[in-house]
């Protein structure tokens, strides 16, 4: 089934294939040595017996107990007792307090919030604990869609109220009987919320609220299908890690489990040591997604300054697992996600890094030039996204996905180790235009994108036979010129600039032309060698 033409920003999915279905280093920084096992326990167990003389020298009243939280000892045989404080049974928020002893269990001196013996007139509230997490809820549903600060994105949803607790609170002003309620949502970027909320319990009035969900970002480790062992930038909740990366958008990776549709489920692991480099362990794709997706955040920021698909600092999320022997990948502006099948029999999935960096790069082109996805506009789309695809490949440079001009070489889409498209000469995939015909616009998307595929080659490499990292092309002219090449970097900056400042959604390989003459006016100078480049290249593959 061909996808439908749509306009404006509507549906709008665009897979790697033809024929497609379409649809709508390291580990965590290392604390401080702690105090482990049968040690620990003695302390603790030995600051928990020691805690009524603690709170009796501590002048504290015959309604306050003392509940050790932690002990740290330290090498030369110092303690530091950390207490919890409860008053008539009901926890005291502000109530802490650290003791420190000496070598011989003398106390040197004691930290604490608070000072003196806490005394409240009574332990009967006046609010119902249901009216109290009543008003909480509606407290942060008063706060959904705001945003507090840059680093926190808005909440989207309340999801859970729970039960509101008895405390006393004595963190400030007068020591008071309040509730403790904690209310769980979910944030903009994906990342669930668990506020908790103090509030009075004469009153109402609200006395405090904080983000209980916590993240760290982590440097974990990857065994990816394609990318092999890599890097990978993850978040720490305080208790697993998740497959995201705050450093970069905050995109993610979750897995469908073979469902086809939903938003799937956030990859955690609790090592941060994912996947095994086979098909086997699940994880191993969503590795190469979630790399696929990091390179190619890299890559726009370093080679054009782009932050993000939407330049907005945003990342996208990447949806592993879909579907049962789906034989494709797409981008999808509607989900703003990326999505992998897992290939033939399930055991071939297609997340290799040149199709990450193709389906984001439609992405940035739906945010950009919008090139209609049909007729030679379409081509100009899909050959966008191949040659983007692979400028992230190259600037990644993995050993294990040597970087060429082939789309796809690895994920053996053919079944006979055949890449799915050739840059250098497209008509090597027996369906690709090499140059510009007047029929051009009629074939599929998928391969009157090879006109724009060649001509970026030719602009790189130059023509005729070359090996470049080991692989050799022979790229051949519609008009037998011989062509010398300006090299990658400038002639994606000279395609970068024209998709971003000169194409627009009808630009067909005439306009193109004209699109990339005067961004490699801008870029190198009207006349210069490089804008003479372009000019030749085009006409070499007969778009004149
Ligand atoms: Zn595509």
């Known amino acids: 089934m061909k996808r439908k033409l749509a306009l404006g920003a509507a549906l709008s999915a665009s897979a790697l294939l033809a024929g497609a279905i379409q649809v709508s280093a390291g580990t965590a920084q290392a604390a401080p040595a702690p105090v482990v096992g049968q040690q620990r326990a003695a302390l603790l167990a030995q600051a928990a017996g020691a805690a009524p003389a603690a709170a009796r020298a501590l002048g504290l009243g015959s309604q306050e107990r003392l509940v050790v939280k932690d002990v740290v000892a330290d090498a030369d045989g110092s303690r530091h007792l950390r207490y919890e404080r409860t008053y008539g049974g ?25 000072s003196g013996t806490l005394a409240l007139s009574g332990l009967s509230p006046r609010l119902s604990a249901a009216q109290a997490a009543e008003q909480a809820g509606a407290s942060v549903r008063a706060t959904l869609g705001a945003v507090k600060d840059a680093d926190e994105p808005a909440l989207v949803s309340v999801d859970r109220t729970g039960t509101a607790e008895l405390v006393v609170w004595a963190t400030s002003g007068s020591p008071r009987l309040a509730y403790r309620t904690t209310v769980e949502g979910m944030r903009a970027d994906g990342t669930p919320s668990s506020q908790v909320l103090v509030t009075d319990a004469a009153t109402g009035e609200l006395l405090s609220s904080h983000e209980g969900v916590q993240t760290a970002n982590a440097a974990g480790t990857g065994n990816g299908v394609f990318v092999g062992t890599v890097g990978l930038t993850t978040n720490f909740t305080g208790s697993t890690y998740e497959l995201k990366d705050n450093t970069r958008g905050g995109q993610y990776t979750v897995t469908l489990n073979n469902k086809q549709g939903g938003s799937g489920t956030l990859y955690t692991d609790a090592d941060n040591a994912w996947g095994t480099g086979t098909v086997a362990s699940g994880q191993s794709a969503a590795v190469d997604a979630q790399f696929g997706a990091a390179a190619t955040w890299d890559f726009y920021k370093n080679t054009f300054g782009r932050s993000g698909i939407r330049n907005d600092g945003v990342g996208a999320y990447s949806r592993v697992h879909y579907g049962r022997n789906y034989v494709n990948a797409f981008w999808s502006d509607s989900c703003f996600c990326m999505t992998y099948g897992d290939g033939a029999s399930n055991t071939h999935p297609l997340t290799e890094l040149d199709v990450a960096g193709h389906e984001m790069t439609h992405g940035v082109t739906a945010n950009t030039a919008g090139l209609n996805y049909s007729g030679e506009s379409g081509g100009l789309n899909e050959a966008t996204s191949d040659i983007l695809g692979s400028m992230v490949e190259f600037s990644a440079n993995l050993a294990k996905d040597n970087p060429d001009y ?5 994920i053996d889409i053919n079944g006979n180790g055949t890449p799915l498209r050739y840059m250098d000469k497209p008509s090597k995939d027996g369906r690709s235009a090499d140059y510009w015909s007047s029929g051009v616009g009629s074939l599929d998307v998928h391969y009157s994108s090879g006109v724009a595929n060649h001509f970026f080659y030719l602009l790189a490499e130059g023509s005729g036979a070359k090996t470049v990292n080991g692989v050799s092309y022979n790229s051949p002219t519609s008009n037998g010129a011989t062509l010398a090449g300006i090299g990658r970097d400038k002639a994606q900056q000279v395609w970068y600039r024209a998709l971003t400042v000169y194409m627009t959604s009808t630009t067909d390989y005439k306009a193109a032309r004209t699109a990339t ?7 190198y100078g009207s006349g210069s060698a490089e804008y003479n480049a372009v ?3 085009w006409t070499a593959v007969n778009v004149t």
Request: avoid cysteine; hydrophobic fraction near 50%; glycine fraction near 10%.
């Open 90 to 114: 009901l926890p005291v928020l502000g109530g802490d307090l650290i003791v420190h002893q000496d070598a011989r269990g003398a106390v040197k001196s004691v930290d604490r919030a608070i």
């Open 535 to 537: 000019a030749a290249t």
């Open 517 to 523: 003459l005067n961004a490699a006016s801008d870029l």
């Open 406 to 410: 082939l789309i796809g070489e690895l």
